[in-house]
């Protein structure tokens, strides 16, 4: 094993060629044929729901079978309308898993639907609101930036914990997430948002320094949200599904919690969604 995989537990190279393949393909999906964008998020969705059975140790198939469904239909149905017109569709989804459950009876009823709620929503519901973003005329540039900062958030934390990491940041959660990668997560994400940010989006330097706190602490707590899943479960990664990162989950947890914030500063706040 060499230097960096000591320092880093994973295989540098590896990990980085990984990265930039699956960037590629985001672009073209988005710049080709933004409904082959979707199907790809939806993909991702079962896969990431998958790694959910693993760490909520969810063993029921009909409940996995109902959960497998809701994550491929949920980002595919948001593409097709909206993620307000989608979110209603919950409830329906949710009573037909009160029901499956209930069928093998009362025994921890209440965590077992806690763990079908939690996948709900950890991953098709967040997940559909970076696919909302491709609908718009501009989606391109939305969904770009959304990647580009969650991009700068793992990687500046990511470069900046091995060069100069020692302090850690929540120790019984992360133990290699530390103070020192924190600080390249804001400096990185707060250069890429106020540089490159508003050539792609028309904003104001503000609310592009605006997006890029928000991507860092989001960013940040949905990594460690993730790392407390895997924590509890007892496991290093959520998978060994893509070569140098570990799991899907280990690759959008920060992801996960970006796209609603972004979401909602870009078409709510701000009201750049062409």
Not at 24 to 40: E, H, K, P, Q, Y
Not at 161 to 186: A, C, D, M, Q, V
Not at 238 to 257: K, Q, T
């Amino acid at each position: 094993m060499n230097h960096k995989e000591i320092k880093t537990g994973r295989n540098l190279p590896l990990a980085t060629a990984v990265s930039l393949g699956m960037a590629v393909i985001l672009i073209a999906s988005l710049w080709f044929d933004r409904w082959f964008f979707a199907f790809l998020v939806a993909l991702v969705a079962f896969f990431a729901m998958r790694e959910m059975f693993r760490l909520l140790d969810i063993s029921d198939t009909s409940i996995q079978y109902l959960l497998y469904l809701t994550s491929v239909l949920f980002p595919l149905l948001t593409y097709a309308g909206d993620v307000s017109r989608t979110s209603p569709l919950l409830l329906p989804i949710v009573f037909l898993g009160v029901l499956l459950i209930l069928r093998r009876g009362f025994e921890n009823f209440s965590h077992k639907l806690g763990t079908v709620l939690l996948s709900l929503l950890y991953v098709p519901v967040l997940l559909s609101f970076m696919v909302d973003l491709a609908r718009y005329e501009n989606g391109f540039e939305l969904v770009f930036s959304l990647a580009l900062l969650n991009s700068a958030v793992d990687t500046g934390g990511y470069f900046a914990g091995i060069l100069f990491g020692k302090r850690p940041l929540f120790k019984t959660l992360s133990p290699k997430k530390t103070i020192e990668g924190l600080f390249g997560s804001i400096v990185l994400t707060f250069a890429i948002a106020g540089a490159v940010i508003p050539l792609l989006v028309s904003l104001e330097i503000w609310q592009a320094l605006l997006l890029a706190a928000s991507a860092v602490l989001f960013g940040v707590v949905g990594d460690l949200f993730e790392s407390a899943l895997k924590r509890e479960r007892g496991v290093k990664d959520a998978s060994e599904a893509i070569p140098g990162h570990g799991g899907v989950l280990d690759r959008i947890d920060a992801l996960l919690f970006n796209a609603p914030i972004v979401w909602l500063l870009f078409i709510v706040i701000f009201e750049v969604g062409i």
